[in-house]
C-alpha cells in the first residue's frame, strides 16, 4: 500500500523567505501523488497533483513540487512565502478505491 | 456557486440522537467520497459511491453510520445512536472518476461540523 511521510507536523517561515513542505513516499511504483491546502474554516483545496506525466509540477498561488524517484521525495516549495500560505498542507497519495489516504498534515505558520 | 455543498454546516446533537447530514456534489461528478476529520488529525475516508452504488466502506464505519446516493446525485451521511466520539468534520468530496485511473482531482465542500454533547 502507498503511505507518505511528511517530515515536519510544523513549519516557521517569515514572509518573503522560502517555503520547504517534505513529503517523502514509500511505493514500489510511481505513485499518484497530491498536495491539499486546508485554510482555517475552509475547505480542502487542491494545490498540485503528480500523476506521472512531469516530475516538476506547478501548482496554484506559485507553489510546485519536484517528483524525485531516486530520493521518493515529493517536496512542495515556494520561492517566497505570504501571509495568507499559513495553513496545514498534506501529501496525499491515492489508494486503491481513489480515495485519499491523508495523513496527519504539516502546519505552516508565516511570521510578518 | 457551482462547487461540492453539505448541510448543515454546524450541527449539534446530544448523545443518542440520530443526525442526518447532506452533500451536493458538483453536477456531473459520477464518484462522492465521505470523510471524517477530528481535531488534529487530517481526514480519514469513510466510504465512497460511484453513482448511486456504494463500493467500499471503511472500517471507520460502523453500523451506526449508513450512506445513500439514491439517484446518484446528492448523498446523505446518516448516524443513528450518536455518541461522543462521533464528533468531527464531516467532509463531502466528489469526482468525475473513470472505472480506472483514479488520479482525478476531488473537490471538497466545507464539511459539517458535529458536536455530540
Known amino acids: 500500500a502507498q503511505s507518505v511521510t511528511q517530515l515536519d507536523s510544523h513549519v516557521s517561515v517569515s514572509e518573503g523567505t522560502p517555503v520547504l513542505l517534505r513529503c517523502n513516499y514509500s511505493s514500489s511504483y510511481s505513485p499518484s501523488l497530491f498536495w491539499y491546502v486546508q485554510h482555517p474554516n475552509k475547505g480542502l483545496q487542491l494545490l498540485l497533483k503528480y500523476t506521472s506525466a512531469a516530475t516538476l509540477v506547478k501548482g496554484i498561488n506559485g507553489f510546485e513540487a519536484e517528483f524525485k524517484k531516486s530520493e521518493t521525495s515529493f517536496h512542495l516549495t515556494k520561492p517566497s512565502a505570504h501571509m495568507s500560505d499559513a495553513a496545514e498542507y498534506f501529501c496525499?497519495?491515492?489508494?486503491?478505491?481513489?480515495?485519499?489516504?491523508f495523513g496527519k498534515g504539516t502546519k505552516l505558520s508565516v511570521k510578518p | 456557486d457551482t462547487g461540492v455543498s453539505q448541510n448543515p454546516r454546524h450541527k449539534i446533537t446530544k448523545r443518542g440522537q440520530n443526525v442526518t447530514f447532506r452533500c451536493d456534489p458538483i453536477s456531473e461528478h459520477n464518484r462522492l467520497y465521505w470523510y471524517r476529520q477530528t481535531l488534529g488529525q487530517g481526514p480519514e475516508f469513510l466510504t465512497y459511491?460511484?453513482?448511486?452504488?456504494?463500493?467500499?466502506k471503511s472500517r471507520l464505519l460502523s453500523d451506526r453510520f449508513s450512506a445513500e446516493r439514491p439517484k446518484g446525485s446528492f448523498s446523505t451521511l446518516e448516524i443513528q445512536r450518536t455518541e461522543q466520539g462521533d464528533s468531527a468534520m464531516y467532509l463531502c468530496?466528489?469526482?468525475?472518476?473513470?472505472?480506472?485511473?483514479?488520479?482525478?482531482?476531488?473537490?471538497f465542500g466545507p464539511g459539517t461540523r458535529l458536536l455530540v454533547l
Open positions: 496525499i497519495p491515492v489508494g486503491s478505491q481513489g480515495n485519499l489516504i
Open positions: 459511491f460511484q453513482n448511486e452504488a456504494q463500493l467500499e
Open positions: 468530496a466528489s469526482t468525475l472518476g473513470a472505472a480506472s485511473g483514479p488520479q482525478e482531482t476531488q473537490y
